[in-house]
């Protein structure tokens, strides 16, 4: 039995997503999104789940806990509005390269006007900047419909899905009919296919991103709620982009005579905007923020010419110019070129010899494979990432900095055990710090290995913020003294370093281990 | 005068540390210089590369052309042919012969070796029966490249001087001996 009830969009919003089957909400409190987690809060249904709704400390935190959750099969949503997007970006942009594995809905609250706001700013660059697809609602019902179908987009196309909606529809009531309520996914793991694309090393996110940018035709193909509406006066027509829509609408009552493009998902559906500028005389574009659409349409040329570039093929899509591809646009015959030896391999980077990074791969390993199923560890941006590489393949992500701590704690929420993070002692102090606060403040059950080095080393050794403070940085956080663990990773401690983590793993709450040792490439510097 | 070198082998080997003498030498000798590097992952034992163009002209690009490197100086010999489809048909391969083996599948010797001796232009050599110690391989493999460059040996151990000046006399001769000693084996081995 479908229900009537009268909601905000915000609360629209988060009531869709709690029927399309939510398993937790990431976000951090700015207007107009606040309201969509504060709705799910006080949900009696979101309380029955335990579906998780606690603030994160920041966007960006939010956004890599719902991708650990997204990790782990469940589906996340992550609300902010637009000015988060800019915290929460480096995460958010990489999403669209780890892709989803459970649905994963990011909702930016742009706020024209800057009812309360520093600024203006129009999220739909975003989704375009990161190649990951935007659906614009313009109702309280749109809102309530297409997260659902968001949610479904999502796992259909694994890739996260960016929901735009604006400060006057987010914060103005309307009647919803609501649809039936269905149950969350269980906890899954990325197929065989699709672990690559979770560690962003260079070799796996060349892959990723021609894939990436493949795929999007597919997507835009597999659209359903943009809509051509024919009209007889063709001396206008109109694309109607969002709660523009509703504007329009609102001036003709009897009906639009000119033919309107109603937009709701971007990127653009080309052949009907093309088919709009071909049968009217002028093109009207009515969008809420940025001339986003109107800049595509527009152009410089006063007669239209055509354009050779990236976009059709004369410059590759991907990859950087060189002499090579830039003469081959201009139309110059290829220098004669020795053939290729097949004689010659890839010689990826590894972890030097003796370093104490090797040391806690070897020990965590072993732990893990001799005392558990199933355990996934998630890393972070470092040296350290080489422990994907043979031959430890320890790592199962690895996406922007501070990512490794959130996404565990993600992981750990949807049900995820062992949730164990590798983090670097400089990329800790960068970015991993209000992560483990969140971890602290909900006492997740995760582990955290803080692999210090004393220095930023892939970058060549610069000193690193927090050396000499951790210890205190993480009681201060308020991980409890004993569950803070510092061991010396040689080879000669191995007994003592795997009794700490199968103890940490096994202990129900926030651990931190911080295996010390100093870099040798550092150390081999400092002796000359 | 236009030479277009490309430098490989692998990370902490000291590739960089012979473009900085070229590129030293070069600049004392008034020519336009660019020289590309990567830096960071390379450091940890992967493949590295720098692209050093010297010439008596203005340089556009930073990258070199495919079919185009004049020479292809490698401490390493997998690392010299990696970089064949830049060499130009009458380009020089100097190559250190030793492999550096930090891959489970690094290839057989005998694949290796068979591919650089298909190579018309090639000065092979076992740095490792020059080199004094490893610290001074990348000088004898300079030397070993010097006449190739045209670059007077003079300017390139005077840059050799300038570079590693800091650290003292006693190195400095280390590398200059070094230097000397790859010379004279190119030497030796162009007039078979």
Same mark, same amino acid.
């Given at each position: 039995?479908?229900?009537?009830?009268?909601?905000?969009?915000?609360?629209?919003?988060?009531?869709?997503?709690?029927?399309?089957?939510?398993?937790?909400?990431?976000?951090?409190?700015?207007?107009?999104?606040?309201?969509?987690?504060?709705?799910?809060?006080?949900?009696?249904?979101?309380?029955?789940?335990?579906?998780?709704?606690?603030?994160?400390?920041?966007?960006?935190? +939010?956004?890599?806990?719902?991708?650990?959750?997204?990790?782990?099969?469940?589906?996340?949503?992550?609300?902010?509005?637009?000015?988060?997007?800019?915290?929460?970006?480096? +995460?958010?942009?990489?999403?669209?390269?780890?892709?989803?594995?459970?649905?994963?809905?990011?909702?930016?609250?742009?706020?024209?006007?800057?009812?309360?706001?520093?600024?203006?700013?129009?999220?739909?660059?975003?989704?375009?900047?990161?190649?990951?697809?935007?659906?614009?609602?313009?109702?309280?019902?749109?809102?309530?419909?297409?997260?659902?179908?968001?949610?479904?987009?999502?796992?259909?196309?694994?890739?996260?899905?960016?929901?735009?909606?604006?400060?006057?529809?987010?914060?103005?009531?309307?009647?919803?009919?609501?649809?039936?309520?269905?149950?969350?996914?269980?906890?899954?793991?990325?197929?065989?296919?699709?672990?690559?694309?979770?560690?962003?090393?260079?070799?796996?996110?060349?892959?990723?991103?021609?894939?990436?940018?493949?795929?999007?035709?597919?997507?835009?193909?597999?659209?359903?709620?943009?809509?051509?509406?024919?009209?007889?006066?063709?001396?206008?027509?109109?694309?109607?982009?969002?709660?523009?829509?509703?504007?329009?609408?609102?001036?003709?009552?009897?009906?639009?005579?000119?033919?309107?493009?109603? *937009?709701?998902?971007?990127?653009?559906?080309?052949?009907?905007?093309?088919?709009?500028?071909?049968?009217?005389?002028?093109?009207?574009?009515?969008?809420?923020?940025?001339?986003?659409?109107?800049?595509?349409?527009?152009?410089?040329?006063?007669?239209?010419?055509?354009?050779?570039?990236?976009?059709?093929?004369?410059?590759?899509?991907?990859?950087?110019?060189?002499?090579?591809?830039?003469?081959?646009?201009?139309?110059?015959?290829?220098?004669?070129?020795?053939?290729?030896?097949?004689?010659?391999?890839?010689?990826?980077?590894?972890?030097?010899?003796?370093?104490?990074?090797?040391?806690?791969?070897?020990?965590?390993?072993?732990?893990?494979?001799?005392?558990?199923?199933?355990?996934?560890?998630?890393?972070?941006?470092?040296?350290?990432?080489?422990?994907?590489?043979?031959?430890?393949?320890?790592?199962?992500?690895?996406?922007?900095?501070?990512?490794? *701590?959130?996404?565990?704690?993600?992981?750990?929420?949807?049900?995820?055990?062992?949730?164990?993070?590798?983090?670097?002692?400089?990329?800790?102090?960068?970015?991993?710090?209000?992560?483990?606060?969140?971890?602290?403040?909900?006492?997740?059950?995760?582990?955290?290995?803080?692999?210090?080095?004393?220095?930023?080393?892939?970058?060549?050794?610069?000193?690193? +913020?927090?050396?000499?403070?951790?210890?205190?940085?993480?009681?201060?956080?308020?991980?409890?003294?004993?569950?803070?663990?510092?061991?010396?990773?040689?080879?000669?401690?191995?007994?003592?370093?795997?009794?700490?983590?199968?103890?940490?793993?096994?202990?129900?709450?926030?651990?931190? *281990?911080?295996?010390?040792?100093?870099?040798?490439?550092?150390?081999?510097?400092?002796?000359? | 005068?236009?030479?277009? $070198?490309?430098?490989?082998?692998?990370?902490?080997?000291?590739?960089?540390?012979?473009?900085?003498?070229?590129?030293?030498?070069?600049?004392?000798?008034?020519?336009?210089?660019?020289?590309?590097?990567?830096?960071? /992952?390379?450091?940890?034992?992967?493949?590295?590369?720098?692209?050093?163009?010297?010439?008596?002209?203005?340089?556009?690009?930073?990258?070199?052309?495919?079919?185009?490197?004049?020479?292809?100086?490698?401490?390493?010999?997998?690392?010299?042919?990696?970089?064949?489809?830049?060499?130009?048909?009458?380009?020089?391969?100097?190559?250190?012969?030793?492999?550096?083996?930090?891959?489970?599948?690094?290839?057989? /010797?005998?694949?290796?070796?068979?591919?650089?001796?298909?190579?018309?232009?090639?000065?092979?050599?076992? $740095?490792?029966?020059?080199?004094?110690?490893?610290?001074?391989?990348?000088?004898?493999?300079?030397?070993?490249?010097?006449?190739?460059?045209?670059?007077?040996?003079?300017?390139?151990?005077?840059?050799?001087?300038?570079?590693?000046?800091?650290?003292?006399?006693?190195?400095?001769?280390?590398?200059?001996?070094?230097?000397?000693?790859?010379?004279?084996?190119?030497?030796?081995?162009?007039?078979?």
């Amino acid at each position: 039995m479908n229900k009537r009830e009268l909601l905000l969009g915000d609360e629209a919003l988060a009531l869709g997503a709690l029927h399309a089957g939510l398993s937790g909400v990431y976000a951090y409190p700015g207007t107009p999104s606040t309201e969509i987690t504060e709705f799910i809060q006080g949900n009696p249904l979101a309380a029955q789940r335990g579906v998780h709704c606690v603030w994160s400390s920041n966007e960006k935190t +939010a956004m890599e806990e719902a991708l650990g959750m997204s990790f782990a099969g469940k589906r996340a949503l992550v609300c902010m509005k637009h000015v988060g997007m800019n915290v929460a970006a480096d +995460a958010f942009v990489n999403s669209a390269m780890t892709g989803a594995n459970g649905g994963l809905v990011v909702v930016a609250a742009d706020d024209p006007s800057m009812h309360s706001s520093q600024n203006e700013q129009d999220s739909r660059f975003y989704g375009k900047f990161s190649f990951i697809p935007v659906f614009e609602p313009c109702s309280q019902q749109e809102a309530y419909d297409m997260v659902r179908a968001a949610f479904d987009f999502s796992e259909k196309f694994r890739i996260p899905v960016l929901m735009r909606i604006t400060t006057r529809m987010a914060h103005s009531r309307a009647v919803v009919e609501t649809a039936a309520v269905r149950a969350e996914n269980a906890l899954s793991h990325p197929d065989a296919d699709h672990t690559r694309q979770w560690v962003l090393m260079p070799g796996n996110s060349r892959r990723r991103y021609v894939t990436l940018l493949e795929e999007q035709e597919a997507l835009v193909k597999a659209f359903t709620f943009n809509e051509y509406i024919d009209g007889a006066d063709k001396s206008l027509g109109i694309i109607a982009c969002g709660i523009g829509y509703n504007y329009l609408m609102e001036n003709y009552p009897e009906g639009c005579p000119h033919p309107v493009l109603k *937009i709701s998902q971007y990127p653009l559906p080309l052949d009907e905007v093309r088919r709009l500028c071909d049968e009217c005389e002028a093109v009207l574009v009515v969008e809420d923020g940025q001339p986003v659409v109107e800049e595509q349409l527009r152009g410089i040329m006063a007669t239209p010419k055509p354009v050779r570039g990236r976009m059709s093929g004369e410059l590759p899509r991907t990859g950087e110019l060189n002499p090579d591809n830039v003469r081959a646009a201009v139309g110059l015959p290829a220098r004669p070129e020795l053939n290729p030896s097949e004689v010659v391999v890839p010689r990826p980077p590894a972890l030097c010899e003796g370093c104490g990074h090797r040391d806690v791969y070897a020990v965590l390993n072993e732990v893990l494979k001799n005392e558990y199923k199933d355990a996934k560890v998630f890393s972070d941006i470092g040296c350290y990432t080489l422990g994907w590489l043979a031959p430890f393949h320890a790592i199962d992500s690895c996406v922007d900095m501070g990512a490794s *701590i959130t996404m565990a704690k993600g992981a750990s929420d949807a049900g995820q055990h062992p949730s164990v993070a590798v983090i670097g002692d400089s990329t800790f102090t960068h970015s991993g710090m209000t992560g483990l606060l969140d971890c602290v403040r909900e006492n997740t059950n995760v582990t955290v290995i803080i692999s210090d080095n004393l220095t930023t080393g892939m970058t060549g050794g610069q000193d690193s +913020a927090g050396t000499g403070r951790l210890e205190a940085i993480c009681m201060g956080i308020g991980v409890a003294p004993e569950h803070v663990r510092t061991v010396v990773p040689l080879p000669k401690n191995r007994d003592e370093m795997y009794a700490t983590i199968k103890a940490e793993i096994d202990y129900p709450g926030v651990s931190v *281990i911080i295996p010390r040792r100093e870099c040798i490439q550092t150390l081999k510097r400092k002796k000359r | 005068m236009k030479r277009d $070198i490309i430098l490989s082998g692998v990370g902490g080997q000291g590739i960089l540390s012979i473009a900085t003498v070229i590129g030293r030498a070069a600049l004392d000798s008034g020519l336009n210089i660019k020289q590309a590097e990567v830096h960071g /992952m390379s450091q940890r034992g992967g493949d590295v590369q720098s692209n050093l163009r010297i010439s008596s002209d203005p340089i556009a690009s930073d990258l070199i052309p495919r079919g185009a490197a004049h020479i292809v100086i490698s401490l390493e010999p997998m690392e010299a042919l990696r970089y064949l489809p830049w060499l130009a048909g009458e380009g020089w391969v100097i190559a250190n012969t030793v492999p550096f083996v930090n891959i489970p599948n690094y290839p057989a /010797m005998e694949a290796v070796e068979g591919e650089l001796a298909k190579l018309p232009n090639i000065v092979a050599i076992d $740095i490792d029966g020059i080199a004094k110690s490893p610290r001074v391989a990348n000088m004898v493999l300079l030397g070993a490249a010097a006449p190739f460059l045209e670059i007077p040996a003079e300017k390139l151990e005077q840059g050799i001087r300038d570079i590693f000046g800091r650290k003292g006399d006693q190195i400095v001769e280390a590398n200059i001996e070094a230097f000397r000693a790859g010379y004279e084996y190119a030497q030796k081995s162009l007039k078979k």
